[in-house]
């Protein structure tokens, strides 16, 4: 009964989060980890912190994460242009 949805769209009527929910928490994610990665690097240059991996390996995690965000708005929108191209 996944695909069950209550009247207002959002939530399924068991309990499962829809694929609206689902992604709207990974793009917070990845945006928490680029605020992340911003925060550390501004500590690092104002030498608030010598850590130089942990900078680092914050920005490559934000980075795989922007990319990732990237590649699925990118297959969405080619989804969309497939279905606007279908003939009825």
């Known amino acids: 009964m996944s695909g069950v949805y209550g009247l ?7 309990g499962e989060i829809t694929f609206s929910d689902f ?14 990665s911003d925060q550390l690097s501004e500590d690092f240059a104002a030498g608030k912190t010598d850590n130089i991996h942990q900078v680092l ?5 934000a980075d ?3 990319q ?9 929108m080619d989804a969309y ?5 279908m003939q009825l």
């Open 8 to 14: 207002s769209g959002n939530k399924s009527v068991n």
């Open 23 to 36: 992604l709207k928490n990974e793009l917070d994610k990845a945006n928490d980890l680029i605020i992340q």
């Open 57 to 61: 390996i914050a920005v490559e995690k």
């Open 64 to 66: 795989i994460a922007l």
């Open 68 to 76: 990732l965000t990237l590649q699925i708005r990118n297959k969405l």
């Open 81 to 85: 242009n497939e279905i606007m191209r």
